[in-house]
């Protein structure tokens, strides 16, 4: 029995190195796309490797296929061999392939993959920057400046964006609970509310839907994981305003050559909006107890569909319209006899008549150097491969075929006249469409926090932020946490947080000499 039950470990151990074998040489896709690796045409023509992590059987997966087979149709000098994957296990794959030197061609966000990687190992830079010819001026004023700044390293652009984006900002509602409650809410959405207003009026929402659900219901959702990013990246913006919001902590003194914290990041503005966390929790009860448990994929069920919660945390303001088109579209299959409206719903700020804050980014497709170098011609074709997948024409098939998109094309008029007899969801439905139009205005917004600027010691800087961000999701966390459960005031977490953002920045100088201190 002893031996079988050995043997039998080290069967599927080794079964288990074979397949970690094949993935990393991306021999077992199982979805290749075009002709076999087989086809002596094939092995003529220069291949480009595409590596895109999918919803396996997606509309979205079918309509990437066709625009790659449509594209080797067309090329007689290049095949696109693509592998199609879960995105599950995509990340965990190119992450492998790029630390072991077999990175693909082609791949979504390819420089971020690289950057990632970079700061927490020695491996080469990758990256491939797109040429001027292949990104003119003309384009990249179609695209916007937050957009550019989106797929942009150190004033170089190295991906062709797919997706421009804001978060920050809004959090997604249904309009059930403000409908009940009588809270208007588009009226707040245009013009904002502070923090005593937003109070008051989720209590309102909080009662109604008590009434209506019983106790179970709540008012505002949002997990534990993501109280951070919520605290850092939603509230504290609207606190400081967009350029400290950009600064990120760091302000460079130029006197003394080196980073340290940024003045004008108070524990008072700091403390504020912990404040509102801490008593919309333990004083209103509005922020249920409960949701802090939840996923998000929980508190999305209980906010689109069963209509318990009245506010939970957005990824971007398309997020809300996204949540009703999808409710649409079951009911248009009669899987469901109604949907719940969504809606935008504004962050609060400190005081009265304040801007949101919003940051922008942008997602596309970039190319990597391989090893050992291919030769300039081969990485050309990899970027015109990659420019290809971006073009209005592919992203309107792409549209056509997922039949809704959370957020806006990089030139969004082009890809709408791409897509010829395409009825879209945002276009049927009133309440989408104003949220759309305002979502395509937060995006032109002077309040818009632009990532990838150039600093001074960019590589100080990137060293510091990264430093900054292991004591938010872990020191910091832990003080957060205490003031969301009411066992410590914000303004003494506040100073707490600071003095260990202050030592982060520090403590990267005291590695390297006395130098600056």
């Known amino acids: 029995m002893t031996r079988r039950f050995l043997a039998g470990i080290l069967l599927t151990w080794a079964a288990l190195l074979g397949l970690l074998g094949l993935l990393v040489s991306g021999s077992l896709d199982g979805a290749g796309v075009g002709s076999g690796p087989a086809s002596g045409r094939k092995q003529q023509k220069d291949v480009v490797t595409f590596w895109v992590g999918e919803l396996i059987g997606a509309r979205r997966e079918r309509a990437t296929r066709k625009a790659v087979d449509d594209y080797n149709r067309r090329h007689k000098d290049v095949y ?78 190295y991906l062709f964006p797919s997706i421009k984006y804001l978060f920050g900002g809004v959090l997604r509602g249904n309009r059930l609970g403000f409908e009940k409650a009588g809270v208007d809410i588009d009226y707040y959405v245009a013009n904002g509310w502070d923090y005593k207003t937003f109070r008051r009026e989720m209590k309102k929402v909080q009662a109604a839907l008590r009434r209506e659900m019983g106790e179970e219901a709540y008012a505002l959702g949002i997990g534990l994981t993501l109280v951070d990013e919520f605290l850092y990246s939603r509230l504290l913006p609207n606190a400081v305003g967009k350029e400290v919001a950009e600064r990120e902590f760091l302000y460079y003194d130029k006197s003394r050559g080196r980073y340290v914290l940024d003045p004008a990041m108070t524990p008072r503005k700091l403390a504020a909006p912990m404040l509102l966390m801490q008593q919309l929790i333990n004083v209103d009860h509005t922020w249920s107890r409960k949701s802090l448990g939840l996923d998000f994929a929980q508190q999305g069920n209980d906010c689109d569909k069963r209509g318990l919660a009245a506010v939970i945390w957005a990824d971007t303001p398309g997020s809300a319209g996204y949540a009703q088109a999808e409710q649409m579209d079951e009911r248009r299959r009669g899987l469901r006899s109604g949907y719940f409206r969504t809606a935008n719903v504004p962050i609060p700020t400190p005081r009265k008549g304040m801007p949101l804050v919003f940051r922008a980014g942008a997602d596309g497709y970039g190319v990597m150097r391989q090893i050992p170098y291919k030769g300039d011609k081969h990485t050309r074709h990899a970027l015109e491969f990659a420019r290809y997948l971006t073009s209005p024409e592919v992203q309107a098939k792409v549209m056509m075929a997922a039949r809704f998109h959370v957020n806006p094309w990089p030139d969004e008029e082009a890809v709408v006249r791409c897509a010829k007899g395409y009825t879209d969801p945002i276009q049927t439905d009133p309440g989408l469409r104003r949220q759309w139009a305002l979502y395509l205005k937060w995006l032109n917004s002077s309040n818009v926090v632009a990532p990838n600027r150039v600093w001074p010691d960019q590589d100080a800087r990137e060293q510091i932020q990264m430093r900054i961000n292991g004591f938010i999701s872990g020191a910091g966390h832990q003080i957060l946490e205490q003031v969301l459960y009411d066992r410590k005031k914000p303004s003494d977490a506040a100073k707490q947080i600071l003095a260990g953002l202050k030592d982060a920045i520090d403590g990267y100088y005291r590695e390297r000499g006395a130098e600056g201190l």
Request: hydrophobic content about 40%; charged content about 25%; aromatic content about 4%.
């Open 80 to 157: 696109v061999d693509a592998v199609v994957m879960p995105y599950a296990c995509y990340l965990g794959k190119i992450n492998v392939a790029i630390a072991t030197g077999q990175p693909p061609d082609v791949c979504v966000n390819a420089v971020r993959q690289i950057d990632g990687l970079r700061v927490k190992q020695k491996i080469p830079d990758l990256a491939v920057p797109v040429p001027d010819d292949m990104m003119p001026e003309e384009v990249r004023r179609r695209y916007g400046k937050n957009c550019i700044s989106g797929v942009s390293r150190r004033g170089r652009i």
